[in-house]
């Protein structure tokens, strides 16, 4: 059957809601629209992703997603495709990197620019735009810029106001992975719009699936308030990470450490990792600083203390390593966080990498959650490894994410062999 035309809105004034960019944020988003009733087209530019996704089968791993997915996709209500159609409104829901790593990195915005030239075409006159990607502060006011020039016979807020005949808003995604279906529909959302008009209307949107609060503020507040919550993470993390590094210096267990320290009623200390991964709090810091360099003093220096981790990590391992007349090491998980598939960004991965390149032992790598290893390791000729015999060949044991299934191993099987626990679980 023919996909239904644009305008043929509900109460809520949309008929076709469009997705662009269908990763771990944009499938669960676009899915769930899609539960509430609404047709959805995502798009992508992959399209390996746009066929998986139309036969219900979801290319990122989230609990609950797969379900979802095959029962909108068989209703009817989501399709996913490389080409945008028109719709009612367009919520931009694609990466935005670091477009060079470490102090020095400043926002790649291209994948952003790219979706905005390609929906162009077919905007219309009431069409609303929704940036959803985490943004350096300024990113909707440079969108709605770039559409006008694209689209001379429509009007954009800067330049109309209220009269603008399109409206543009951003709406930062404020979901973690492993309960984004949960977070998508309950996490209080804040809604910052180029004019009143423009967050109004993005809030109507929203308050489609919505059940948490949706507050409104203008568009570079928005884009601030997503940037400084996963700032004020990296600064705690950062604390922790530098207490680490400071108790083995010292000879002191950091995690006695931080229990002690939490016994007081108004300390809430973190606890210490192999340094920060993810797609927003190890990237989205670097933007506050790129743009106030001068000023972001203490978010640069945690940035630099939880990019430095995984050094000192790996520092430790080939200490210990040393020790072995010929070391054979168990690495355990390859993810950002526990229990997800997750490897954007993540310390483990540079961790696993830098002691491959330097050849400090045989590496038996294991993640459970994935079902190859990323390029960068497979080219250093590493291979995925099942956790009961990884663990069992080991002579060192190599503690990354605390993954459930780690957790279960006896501390029998360990007590022969040296073990580096990054995340004080063990």
Not at 175 to 181: D, F, I, K, S
Not at 286 to 305: G, M, N, Y
Not at 404 to 412: A, P
Request: include cysteine.
């Amino acid at each position: 059957m023919p996909p239904a035309s644009p305008g043929c809105a509900g109460t809520h004034g949309f008929g076709r809601v469009s997705v662009i960019g269908l990763g771990y944020v944009g499938l669960p988003a676009a899915a769930v629209f899609a539960e509430h009733g609404v047709e959805v087209v995502g798009v992508d530019t992959n399209p390996e992703v746009v066929a998986c996704i139309n036969r219900g089968q979801p290319h990122v791993g989230e609990p609950r997603l797969d379900a979802l997915l095959r029962r909108v996709v068989e209703a009817g209500r989501l399709r996913a495709t490389t080409a945008p159609e028109p719709a009612d409104a367009f919520i931009i829901a694609v990466p935005t990197p670091l477009a060079r790593a470490g102090e020095a990195g400043r926002p790649d915005l291209s994948h952003v620019e790219a979706a905005a030239r390609a929906i162009a075409p077919v905007l219309s006159a009431g069409t609303l735009v929704v940036v959803e990607s985490t943004v350096p502060v300024g990113t909707t006011e440079r969108v709605a810029t770039l559409l006008a020039g694209l689209r001379p016979d429509l009007t954009f807020p800067p330049e109309a106001g209220e009269a603008a005949s399109v409206q543009v808003a951003h709406c930062p995604e404020r979901v973690l992975p492993g309960q984004v279906l949960h977070e998508v529909v309950h996490t209080p959302r804040v809604i910052g719009g180029l004019t009143r008009r423009c967050a109004e209307r993005a809030a109507s949107l929203y308050r489609i699936m919505a059940q948490g609060e949706c507050r409104l503020t203008d568009a570079r507040t928005a884009e601030l308030a997503k940037l400084a919550e996963n700032a004020y993470r990296d600064v705690n993390i950062a604390f922790a990470n530098e207490l680490s590094l400071i108790c083995d210096r010292l000879g002191i267990d950091v995690w006695e450490l931080i229990a002690l320290a939490n016994l007081h009623p108004r300390v809430d200390i973190l606890q210490p990792g192999p340094g920060v991964g993810g797609h927003c709090i190890a990237v989205d810091p670097w933007f506050i600083v790129a743009a106030s360099p001068e000023e972001a003093r203490l978010i640069r220096t945690a940035r630099q203390v939880n990019d430095a981790k995984p050094q000192h990590v790996c520092a430790r391992v080939r200490d210990r390593a040393a020790q072995l007349k010929r070391p054979v090491i168990a690495c355990l998980g390859l993810s950002y966080k526990k229990d997800i598939d997750d490897l954007r960004e993540s310390p483990a991965v540079e961790i696993v990498r830098l002691l491959a390149e330097e050849r400090v032992g045989e590496l038996l790598v294991v993640e459970p959650h994935i079902a190859a290893l990323p390029p960068e390791l497979a080219r250093l000729g590493l291979a995925l490894h099942e956790f009961d015999q990884a663990v069992e060949r080991a002579n060192l044991v190599l503690l990354l994410v605390d993954h459930g299934r780690f957790l279960e191993v006896s501390r029998d099987t360990l007590k022969d062999k040296i073990v580096v626990d990054t995340r004080g679980v063990w």
